[in-house]
């Protein structure tokens, strides 16, 4: 079997990024070969470096294979080499070897320019149209859509390690322990929490552990403190906020002290009714039959919020949308343009959401269940920091950190 050769080349921050160090783990680790043929390292920490690689392969399949390993790294075969298109050749159809995204900033060579990709997504395509280049979902593509297939004229940015001090969001910063100082870890995350409200948007994507463990009322604050522009969940979190905010229960089990409620078995549905009587959880709001909770904050602080069903809901509320598409077109509108997500106690949801999420997005997980940390970092939401605690403690501890950083009460 003849052996075959390519060269490729990468830009960017190779050595303090570990970018070149992955791509030759990448090789080797496929059983190919390599020789730098050029190196030219940036002298100080802002500049750029550029390698020039041959890489060999034990045939033209296995070269096929560690040039896709190694292109989402950043190694392409050529700078400029025009991009290749097909039509599509019908609605929700892909042309064969459709290119695949990663959800890094990435960019295309088409008519001797390079065409940055707009709203950057994993596991998504790229369609090409009137000269702008878009990650698409396969739902959204139409008949004679221009798809860009293969790798040749794409060009993927590795990520870099941030130029300025490291902060609770470094470079590679996913790894996620029960044992790290949580205190310290508060406080850092309300720092960043305060610096990016200041300048972007936030994002919350919550569970109903959020009300069993009595932080509720911490995202409520948060909420109408202005630090929370948008509030991603499902039917069980507004269920239980609002049964909270009414009855002073969560599955009828009352959170200030833990003892279960008379007959409260039946308080989530009675929630449920007291929405639909209302007709919405605005109506509620407005009808001054919900006075506070998260949602009341959402309402009256005009944060939008979108609910998303499941087969297992109760009801559900008016407000959720049973459609699993639209509810995640709607995940999307709410996700433009967040600068950081904080993803707290749902697994699914989660997972959802970092799926539609750009690379340089920060996320903050927030877990009693270190496995919902671990399958977000394995599904490709690499950047993500991964906190494993009891999240009814550590909301608190991050309010109380943002009031004493900024010196409100």
């Known amino acids: ?29 496929r059983g190919g070969e390599f020789e730098i043929l050029h190196l030219e390292v940036g002298k100080k920490k802002k500049d750029s470096s550029h390698a020039k690689l041959r890489i060999t392969g034990k045939s033209a399949k296995h070269l096929e294979e560690i040039l ?50 707009e709203n950057q997504m994993m596991d998504k395509c790229i369609i090409l149209k009137e000269n702008k280049a878009s990650c698409v979902p396969i739902r959204d593509v139409r008949k004679g859509d221009l798809v860009v297939v293969d790798e040749i004229g794409v060009k993927v940015d ?14 590679m910063g996913s790894s996620s322990s029960s044992e790290r100082p949580t205190q310290h870890i508060a406080e850092k995350v309300a720092q960043d929490i305060i610096k990016t409200a200041k300048r972007g948007k936030i994002v919350i994507v919550g569970g109903p552990a959020i009300v069993h463990t009595g932080a509720a009322e911490s995202v409520a604050d948060m909420i109408r403190d202005g630090y929370i522009h948008g509030v991603l969940a499902g039917n069980a979190l507004a269920v239980h906020d609002i049964e909270n905010s009414t009855l002073g229960t969560s599955l009828g089990m009352y959170v200030q002290d833990a003892t279960l409620a008379k007959r409260g078995y039946r308080n989530h549905m009675d929630t449920v009714n007291a929405v639909f009587k209302a007709g919405s959880i605005r109506n509620m709001v407005e009808s001054k039959k919900l006075t506070s909770g998260i949602f009341y904050e959402c309402i009256k602080n005009d944060v939008p919020f979108v609910l998303a069903g499941s087969i297992r809901d109760d009801g559900p509320l008016p407000d959720v949308i049973a459609d699993v598409v639209e ?63 009891d999240v009814g403690a550590f909301l608190p501890m991050i309010v109380q950190q943002i009031k004493k950083l900024t010196g409100k009460k």
């Open 327 to 389: 509810a995640q077109r709607e995940y999307k509108k709410v996700l433009k343009d967040a600068d950081m997500v904080i993803m707290v106690s749902t697994m699914l949801h989660s997972i959802a959401t970092g799926n539609m999420l750009s690379a340089n997005v920060s996320v903050v997980v927030i877990d009693i269940n270190q496995p919902t940390v671990t399958k977000l970092v394995d599904r490709g939401t690499w950047q993500a920091l991964g906190v494993v605690t």
């Open 68 to 117: 896709d390993d190694i292109h989402r790294d950043g190694a392409s075969i050529s700078n400029k080499v025009q991009v290749r298109l097909k039509k599509a050749l019908k609605d929700m159809t892909l042309p064969d070897n459709f290119y695949s995204t990663t959800n890094t900033k990435t960019s295309i060579f088409h008519n001797e320019k390079w065409i940055p990709v």
């Open 1 to 29: 079997m003849k052996k075959k050769s390519q060269e490729v080349e990468v830009n960017g921050h190779l050595i303090d990024s570990m970018v070149l160090t992955k791509i030759l783990d990448k090789v080797m680790n």
């Open 158 to 171: 590795p990520p870099q390690r941030p130029r300025d001090k490291a902060n609770i969001f470094a470079f």
